[in-house]
């Protein structure tokens, strides 16, 4: 957590008017970290989160899909996928004859996870949020999203 605090001291005594793009990058790594913390305590590697949460919202996508989808190259995919095989969290195989695509889905096991892991998550969102009324989450969540959408509409 002192990596956390150095960053808030940055922004409260150095540079208290640096770019918005700075300040949304550091709350997104203190946010990673708070998560990847509470993820270890439990014996999970943060890099396997975003394909968990991915599977859990839909199962049976093929390697690619899932790659794109957690927003990782597939190469990384495919290391990870194997170590969460390992661990008897997801199952990899072909469908239908095809065996150009892989499909992934969760084992019983990796859908268990879920009920464990994401009360982290919600945590780790109570926690940073702490003292804000609603109205300014609600605003700060229409300004992220607009960002999110004037970004995905730029031509660059």
Do not use: C
């Not at 003292?131 to 970004?151: D, K, Q, S, V, Y």
């Amino acid at each position: 957590m002192s990596d956390t605090r150095e960053i808030l001291r940055h922004w409260r005594e150095r540079l208290p008017e640096d770019r918005l793009a700075h300040l949304v990058r550091d709350a997104g790594r203190a946010l990673t970290r708070a998560l990847a913390a509470r993820l270890a305590t439990e014996g999970i590697a943060f890099g396997h989160w975003a394909f968990l949460r991915v599977l859990w919202g839909q199962d049976g996508l093929t390697q690619r899909e899932l790659a794109e989808r957690a927003g990782m190259t597939e190469p990384t995919t495919a290391t990870a996928l194997a170590a969460m095989e390992r661990e008897g969290w997801v199952h990899r195989g072909q469908q239908g004859g095809n065996r150009r695509k892989i499909y992934v889905t969760l084992t019983p096991a990796g859908r268990d996870l879920r009920a464990r892991l994401v009360p982290l998550a919600e945590q780790i969102n109570e926690v940073a949020v702490r003292g804000a009324e609603p109205h300014e989450i609600e605003t700060a969540r229409r300004l992220l999203l607009r960002m999110l959408a004037n970004l995905a509409d730029d031509d660059m």
